[in-house]
């Protein structure tokens, strides 16, 4: 059925360029896990430039070289060496037109212009000639991974993890569970990808490695809770990246987000007296113990239900420094029968992660505090809540701590006559700083938004960012 086809090393003398013009842009974007769309297979897999697909091989009887002798598209790029090459005659194009091509499969951008990132504010085009601006796109939302999204992108405006994952060169390693590491490199790439052909990127290929390495529990068919779904992925990033179990500081998700902590903890027993009409407390020894942490924990007040005169339900306010004292030393929390106090002890990590605890489940309901916590998006100071340590430093002197990024929950109802908390849907959204232009957008899944600074903390919040300010580094400009 197929006529014969004569190999070449190399194209026909005046026809170096041949199929060059049959290539869509416009369909490609190499987001899309890179399995072979007939055998399924991820080995040798290369990408049809005309219409975007993924077949397995080269030679003949490979699935692209049946492609191009049954569907006439003739120009492929391996998906690890981005080299192209025409099918059926199977000789390689050099040509520098394709560079743009080979740059968008995985863009690397020079350490030069990854450290001007949050200093240069740059805008750039995309194949349709819409402005987008690099570290600020859309993310697709293939099914109910709007949770995924929003802590991806928080994480990939925290600058020394993105500088790492936009540097470093993991095409050596290359054991099953460094592909975590690979392909969040790829998409933080892929973020602030200067030369893109899209203005928005789809997280499916580490989407499809989260999914298969957390044997389901996070994937793109079912909404999770992002702080679980952060909590698995730094752990099992860490553990990506070589990191040790057992030793501090050994990646760079646990130099950038890991501290210590005190935990006193007393056990609570009552005594009863003779005629068993008193219980009093006996003084247990107190327990102190140092544990590490990535991600703190903030408890919300009991959320009372006010209403105004008009029978509307009042949104409770507490201060974000309010739910932080927990960390003081001094305040108590139970635990089953234990009384335990927390302090965070010196040095602080770079980055503070921040876990609002909202949802709460008991035998019978999920239940949601809508409280709202009130924060100012800088100079935070975090020295109220760390065990003072002249050794490390002054007394007295405060930790300042800016806001990097804000993941955000919405309970949107499903039906319009539906009453508060009956038939809701959880909505995630992500706010971030745009270092460059000192401004805040808001990332709902494809939708990227500017939003004014002052009006961050309305929404409920779920997950913050921190980013420790460096010493001697002037107090940043402006108020807000
Ligand atoms: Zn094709």
């Not at 060496?81 to 690397?108: A, H, R």
């Not at 405006?157 to 969040?184: G, I, K, Q, Y």
């Not at 309010?322 to 108590?332: E, F, P, Q, W």
Request: some cysteine.
């Amino acid at each position: 059925m197929y006529f014969a086809v004569s190999r070449q090393t190399a194209p026909s003398e005046g026809y170096s360029d041949l199929y060059l013009d049959t290539i869509n842009r416009s369909v490609l974007d190499f987001d899309f896990e890179k399995l072979c769309s007939v055998s399924l297979s991820n080995i040798n897999v290369y990408a049809c430039l005309v219409c975007g697909k993924y077949y397995q091989g080269r030679g003949p009887k490979s699935h692209a070289y049946f492609h191009a002798l049954e569907i006439g598209h003739h120009v492929y790029v391996n998906m690890q060496t981005k080299k192209v090459f025409v099918l059926p005659e199977g000789y390689e194009v050099t040509s520098k037109s394709l560079e743009d091509i080979k740059f968008v499969v995985d863009p690397q951008l020079p350490k030069d212009e990854v450290m001007q990132l949050d200093q240069v504010a740059r805008d750039a085009w995309d194949l349709s000639g819409k402005k987008y601006r690099p570290g600020f796109v859309g993310m697709n939302n293939i099914k109910a991974n709007d949770y995924f999204n929003a802590i991806i992108q928080a994480l990939a405006h925290v600058p020394p993890l993105r500088n790492f994952f936009m540097l470093e060169d993991f095409s050596s390693r290359t054991t099953s569970s460094s592909e975590l590491a690979t392909r969040f490199s790829v998409l933080v790439r892929k973020i602030w990808n200067t030369r893109a052909f899209k203005t928005h990127v789809s997280p499916h290929e580490l989407l499809q490695q989260v999914s298969r390495q957390s044997n389901k529990k996070f994937d793109l068919l079912h909404q999770s809770d992002p702080v679980e779904f952060l909590s698995w992925f730094l752990n099992n990033m860490h553990l990506a990246l070589g990191g040790s179990k057992t030793k501090a500081g050994t990646s760079i998700i646990h130099r950038v987000f890991q501290g210590k902590l005190k935990v006193e903890s007393q056990r609570i027993t009552a005594k009863a007296d003779a005629g068993d009409r008193l219980r009093f407390e006996e003084a247990a020894e107190v327990i102190v113990d140092t544990m590490r942490y990535l991600m703190l924990t903030l408890d919300l007040p009991a959320a009372p239900l006010f209403q105004d005169e008009l029978d509307r339900n009042i949104i409770p306010q507490v201060p974000l420094t309010s739910i932080l004292s927990k960390y003081d030393g001094v305040r108590a929390q139970e635990h089953l029968s234990m009384r335990k106090r927390y302090r965070l002890l010196h040095p602080l990590p770079p980055y503070l992660l921040f876990h609002i605890k909202r949802f709460s489940k008991n035998k019978f309901v999920s239940e949601r505090n809508p409280t709202i916590v009130t924060f100012p998006i800088r100079s935070l100071d975090m020295a109220p809540y760390v065990e003072p340590n002249p050794a490390m430093h002054p007394p007295g002197e405060p930790i300042w701590y800016d806001l990097v990024a804000n993941v955000t929950h919405e309970a949107v109802r499903t039906r319009d006559d539906s009453v508060e908390g009956e038939a809701e849907r959880k909505v995630w959204r992500v706010q971030i700083r745009d270092r460059a232009r000192d401004e805040w957008l808001q990332v709902q899944d494809l939708f990227v938004e500017r939003v004014a600074a002052e009006t961050l903390f309305t929404k409920e919040s779920y997950l913050m960012v921190w980013e420790r300010r460096r010493e001697g580094k002037r107090k940043e400009k402006g108020s807000n």
